[in-house]
Nanobody
Framework: QVQLVESGGGLVQAGGSLRLSCAAS????????MGWFRQAPGKEREFVAA????????RYVDSVKGRFTISRDNAKNTVYLQMNSLELEDTAVYYC?????????????????WGQGTQVTVSS
């Protein structure tokens, strides 16, 4: 079992920044992909970004490229999502997830473990 706990969400004005954290504990094993997904009200959960725990390969959804950066601190078993130039459309609950599939997983069904989510609200 792997436990994931997100933190760092909050209310921010458009153009501002937030950094989300995802602390992993339990039987993390080696080589997972850690991903961030988000779900806005009335919408399906969507992929945002992912990173390979060991190699550091990353993937992003087009809408956040150049604004969001995913990173990890292996020593702290923590994954981060630095979000800059936030837009109203970034408002959502953000979820951290862990996948043990090969490659950089981007689909929800490729992820086995999920956190409880953290709310990000961007205001005008």
């Amino acid at each position: 079992q792997v436990q994931l706990v997100e933190s760092g969400g909050g209310l921010v004005q458009a153009g501002g920044s937030l950094r989300l954290s995802c602390a992993a504990s339990g039987r993390i094993l080696s080589g997972p992909t850690m991903g961030w997904f988000r779900q806005a009200p009335g919408k399906e959960r969507e992929f945002v970004a992912a990173i390979r725990w060991i190699a550091g390969n990353t993937r992003y959804v087009d809408s956040v490229k150049g604004r969001f950066t995913i990173s990890r601190d292996n020593a702290k078993n923590t994954v981060y999502l630095q979000m800059n130039s936030l837009e109203l459309e970034d408002t959502a609950v953000y979820y951290c997830a862990a996948s043990y599939r090969n490659g950089v997983a981007t689909k929800m069904d490729e992820y086995l473990y999920w956190g409880q989510g953290t709310q990000v609200t961007v205001s005008s």
